[in-house]
């Protein structure tokens, strides 16, 4: 069989011809109609007021903050186990990632766990819907950030489709921010979404993302602002990728109970129990007690998978030696993504299923 990338895109002839109408229009390439469009694309899909769509996830992520008046000295409370881009757009700003633990059911933060790390320097909390799930404490996080004043901004980046009581993962904090990097269920290479209800955030960001101008091409400037801005071309790409968003939405749940079928007998495993009424996840993830060994076995038999993140707070980056997480440590070096493109077909999913099988046997 051909290597099972663990990740790979997922385009077609709508969006070659999209890209080749918009070269032939002698369009200019930077961000202009076909952004705005892609914007409101996104803002009618998660019933929005409005959507800003910048150069990555990491960025929207730096912007949302800096939108919120988050600065140099402030506390924002992250989960340890994530995506490296929660945790230093704080820091790039100067604010301090407080790091703290998640639950073991879920992956996302423990809501416990957060109150006992608010202090009065404390001025945001991000979020993480970590593969399109939500904290069983989901609504005390939320009426908690209200009630004590500080920001909510919900790291949406592996969410974009999955729900929560029936409305979109992302919609729940003062600001959502989504990602459309090749893994995504969405993807124009790089890019990124922020969504807002607020107006005054949103002529924030509009700001920021475009150096501090008052308004685009003036050179009059009203903050300190960079250039976070997206391009027509990609926003082509990901107009014709929303379009399959309910095809696309269906099908990783269908990935997801295949892969739960098959594994579910395998005793040295442990599955995650995902509510698909509400969760399209990003991934299909395991823990194991000899993953390398996994890893390697399959990667000689075609197929590729990934680890867990490590645990934040112990990376150079942050340098925490101190302190322990013993979720985010533990699930860190157990946890394994299987591949979960959504090219991936039932055929190529019994057969990793049969390698594992074998592995194990």
Not at 73 to 93: C, K, Y
Not at 281 to 299: G, M
Request: charged share 25%; with cysteine; net charge negative.
């Amino acid at each position: 069989m051909d290597f099972i990338n663990y990740m790979q895109p997922s385009y077609d002839k709508n969006e070659i011809d999209a890209v080749v109408k918009y070269i032939n229009s002698g369009a200019w390439i930077t961000e202009f109609k076909e952004t705005r469009k892609f914007e409101t694309s996104i803002a009618e899909y998660t019933k929005s007021r409005y959507c800003s769509v910048m150069m990555n996830g990491t960025v929207t992520l730096i912007a949302s903050l800096m939108a919120l008046g988050i600065k140099a000295g402030d506390e924002v409370i992250v989960p340890d186990f994530t995506m490296s881009a929660t945790s230093h757009a704080a820091a790039i700003l100067g604010a301090k990632p407080v790091f703290v633990d998640v639950e073991r059911s879920t992956l996302c933060m423990d809501f416990d766990k957060m109150k006992s790390a608010v202090t009065p320097n404390t001025k945001a909390v991000i979020f993480v819907d970590l593969n399109g799930r939500y904290s069983e404490k989901f609504e005390n996080i939320i009426s908690f950030c209200r009630e004590n004043r500080l920001y909510l901004i919900e790291d949406a980046a592996q969410a974009l489709g999955s729900t929560y009581r029936g409305k979109f993962l992302g919609t729940f904090g003062d600001v959502g921010s989504f990602s459309f990097s090749m893994p995504k269920i969405i993807t124009t290479g790089q890019g990124g979404a922020v969504i807002t209800q607020s107006e005054e955030v949103y002529d924030n960001l509009l700001k920021i993302r475009d150096f501090g101008r008052e308004c685009a091409g003036s050179d009059h400037y009203m903050m300190i602002g960079s250039n976070f801005k997206f391009t027509d071309l990609q926003a082509v790409v990901g107009i014709e990728q929303m379009k399959k968003m309910p095809e696309r939405i269906k099908h990783k749940k269908e990935i997801c109970k295949k892969y739960d079928v098959l594994l579910n007998e395998i005793g040295e495993l442990e599955l995650f129990k995902n509510n698909y009424e509400d969760t399209a996840p990003c991934f299909y993830e395991i823990l194991c007690n000899d993953r390398d060994d996994l890893i390697d076995y399959l990667k000689e038999r075609n197929i590729g998978a990934r680890k867990f993140y490590p645990p934040l707070h112990s990376e150079p980056a942050y340098g925490y030696t101190d302190i322990h997480f013993p979720i985010t440590e533990e699930v860190s070096a157990k946890g394994l993504w299987l591949p979960s493109s959504v090219l991936l077909t039932d055929e190529q999913i019994e057969y990793i299923c049969a390698c594992i099988k074998d592995f194990y046997s």
